[in-house]
């Protein structure tokens, strides 16, 4: 069994204050020391021998300028140091300059990872805000869409001279793909289905549809489906018109009420076009989200700009690690007595 005892820091023991005599250390002691102290073998455990591997490179200078120490991209040093020893363990460098190779494959792959850092943040950054981004362009297009719509048909009609060079056929048509943008998103849909919930209730509680909410039916269905269209326009009251006089001309005009068999046939059809819709919301929807996992899959990867930058820094990269390895390995087979020739340099340039 070995001794037990141990020594203790003589600079520890010094006299109190006052006292000028150092306190001996017996003989016995100092053999014991000198006896364990052969014993020594070090760490015994990876993780020590790991630490141990390490400590006459892990304070070189590329390893306190690679590591961002501060700020939002601060790094782990203990990371950096335990690449580093895990290099050491393979290659076991001998000399200062097989060291400072380590360090330098060390030093690449550790600018590497921030490569792959680097796309992962170019990808994110498009991906993490497409939901929103995506909910924010369909609600532009809706909001024109209704926009257009909200002004009115005469804005198309063949009596507009707002821009003479469009025929009136060419006006109704962009107001056909208008009305039919509507039911393709969200948005619109909504508005719809609240337009004809008003139209409903104005007929069951007034027994007939208001100007104003014919008016937006119109030009929200006119295009699309006259049929329907024309409907809720008779639902509407309307001034009789004397066979001899204009209808402006009269002081109290008589009010038209539409009949029961036009109430209940417009109640009838706004209530097929309520469940209409409602299988409308289910396909803009199911679209809605296989145009957002396409959209996914399309930016999975950084935009050219960034792709063309990393590339060509990961290539400088990959250059300066596999000359750093060539050499490094030049090194220890020379060291170990090998006859290595001289590296053969090649230059593919044109001669003048």
Known sequence: MPEQETSQDLSTLAAPEGCTSKRRVSERKIQAN????????????????????????????????????????????????????????????????????????????WRKARVIRAENGEIRKRLDTLVVDSGLERADKANLDLAITDIGLPLFSPDNEADGKLASLDRWMVMQAVQQSIRGHSPGLNY????????????????????????????????????????CLRATIRAKKPATEARDQL???????????????????????????????????????LETDAETRRLSLPDGEATDKLIRYEAHLDKQLYRAMDQLERLQRQRQGENVPPPLNINLGRRG
């Open 34 to 109: 000198r006896r364990n102290a052969l014993r020594s073998t070090g760490p015994k455990t990876t993780r020590g021998k790991r630490t141990v591997a390490r400590n006459a490179i892990k304070h070189g200078f590329l390893a306190r300028e690679v590591v961002i120490t501060t700020g939002d991209g601060q790094e782990t040093r203990e990371d950096f140091d335990a690449l580093t020893g895990r290099l050491c363990e393979h290659y076991k460098p001998v000399g200062v300059l097989e060291e400072f190779l380590v360090q330098t494959i060390a030093t690449c792959l």
């Open 251 to 289: 002081p109290n005009p008589i009010l038209d009420e539409p009949s029961d068999q036009i109430r209940s046939m417009t109640v009838a059809l706004i209530d097929f076009y309520l469940e209409k819709l409602q299988a409308f919301e289910k396909f803009a929807a199911e679209r809605e989200r």
């Open 192 to 231: 719809l289905t609240a337009l004809l919930q008003v139209a409903k209730a104005e007929m069951t509680s007034h027994g007939h549809i208001s100007e104003e909410t014919c008016r937006r039916i119109l030009d929200a269905f006119g295009f699309l489906d006259h049929v329907f269209a024309r409907t």
